[in-house]
């Protein structure tokens, strides 16, 4: 691994649906150079790859496997560098989704995709999707260290940070120690990230999360350098 940032290559992965710029944005904030790309050789040959994005499922499934992305970013996995998937990227790492029908996903984290159902507190229900600020809290079941979040891209972050959400489905994987962070909308607790070996993910968006969302990003930044996101 590049022993600095401006040595790190960063790969922000194009598939028409997500705020590729801002994450970008982000990314130099953070001391990455990153670069914009759809192409699978770009992809490969990176240190460390995001999948960001915002839509439907199925329909950003259907363009991975267009551009071949979908081995691409399975081998990548693999081969142990590290992902890190925001939003709909989050959610695509997933076995499944239940998003106006069945589809497959990535499989690369066992777990389903579902809808942001049940959302109420008494008579009030929440809207869908759900816009805006959520504080995110310490999923406890995530690791045995005293704080599950040392050694992770919320490293640093305070328990209740509210970072920026949009979204209309949630992640439920299989293994509820993958779970880094859990939200509450309403009444329902939802994975707000997770990490799974080399693979991180946020269902917020830390790139319109202010300050602290930019901390997530030197956090991985620096994790990546350290050879710790692995």
Known sequence: ???SSSRVRVVIIDYGLGNLYSVKQACA?????AEITSALSDVMA????ILPGVGAFGD???TLRQLNLDTGIREFVASGKPLLGICLGMQLLMSESHEFGRHDGLGIVPGRVVRLDGAAVGPRRFKVPQIGWNAIHK???ASEQPDPWQGTLLDGVADG???YFIHSYVVEPSDPQVVLSSSLYGSLQFCSSLRYGNVMACQFHPERSGPRGLDV????????????AV
């Open 1 to 3: 691994m590049p022993s």
């Open 217 to 228: 990003y030197r956090t991985w930044a620096r994790l990546i350098i350290n050879g710790e």
């Open 46 to 49: 990176a240190d460390a790859v």
């Open 29 to 33: 904030h953070s001391g990455l150079q």
């Open 139 to 141: 999923a406890r079941s």
């Open 60 to 62: 950003a499934m259907a």
């Open 161 to 163: 940070e509210p970072m």
